[in-house]
């Protein structure tokens, strides 16, 4: 920790977002001069990991903001809708993974390496929201390419991991899969049907038109961080595998645009990597993302039933893209743009 850095506090630390966020911090050598890790008071005094350090975890709801710069919060969209305002009120800046501020047109919505510029509004709430985890990973592939050949239409099926749902998600999965294995009875807690060795095309709560909120999510959190023009549709389903989003994505463009340009222009691309060998295992899967900063793209094809039509498969850590990375990589983008300073602290 640096003396002249800032003080950052992670909201949810003890959640499976909130210890990546310690971790990334630690890796990335961020400029904080103390970290702090919060969560509900049913954690009190348990430790958590920062780097070779273990912090006490002390109860969101006693901590004072007033000598803090920077929040990362990551306590669920109830938690966020209470605290976030009051965070923001003391001064301190809150970039938030809930859901609960992604649409409010005075929150800016942001993902470093497509939207850099929309985060310059952050002042109106002093709140910054980070994306659905879907969402992140998507338009870090679809930006290039929309800079290149314009995108009219996407249709994405999306197979979305269970540390999506929180930890406990990943002990449903645990759990059920041991019970399988032993002839114990499935217990369902997290995910309405069997989440082991089965796929459920529900995510989130269903929406009157029938589609679930992350699939709306997608529609309207590409729209403002990427382009209110196009037009996309969504299936999200959940998939026994720990971590890593997977997507099939069809593009539509309005000018043509071929699989090898394609390829060339996401080699290029911030944040992307390619890995598309046409040929046994040339491709990424999400269980080699895990524990990786990159969005993979693998599967670069035409996509012949349309004009101006490719298919991709795109693959991330929807704990670090999809959530703790970005939230940082948002912290250092107000660093680097020198829009926020290191308050001064009580003496
Ligand atoms: N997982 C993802 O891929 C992903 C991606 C993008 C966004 N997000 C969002 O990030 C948030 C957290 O997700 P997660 O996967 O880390 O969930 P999680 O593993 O279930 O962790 C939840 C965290 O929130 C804390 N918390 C709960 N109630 C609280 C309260 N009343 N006051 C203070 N802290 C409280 C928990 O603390 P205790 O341990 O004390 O209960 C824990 O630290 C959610 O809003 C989620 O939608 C997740």
Redesign the pocket.
Known sequence: MTEMGFKIAV????????REMLGILEERGFPASEVVA???R??VGSEVSYGDRTLKVQA??NYDFSDTDICLM????N?SREYAPRIAAKGCVVID???AWRTDPDVPLIVPEVNPDAVEGFRRKNIIANP??STAQLVVALKPLHDRATIRRVVVATYQSV??A???GMDELFAQSRAVFVADPIEKKKFTKRIAFNVIPHIDVFMEDGATKEEWKMVVETKKILDPKIRLTATCVRVPVFIGHSEAVNIEFEKPISADEAREILRDAPGCLVVDKREDGGYVTPYESAGEDATYISRIREAPTVENGLNIWVVAD??RK??ALNAVQIAELLIARELIQPRRRAA
């Open positions: 909201a949810g630390a003890t959640g499976n977002v909130g919060l969560a509900s049913r954690s969101l709801e990551s306590a669920g969209g938690v993974n809930s859901s659905n985890c540390s999506g929180g930890k406990e929807n704990l999809g959530a």
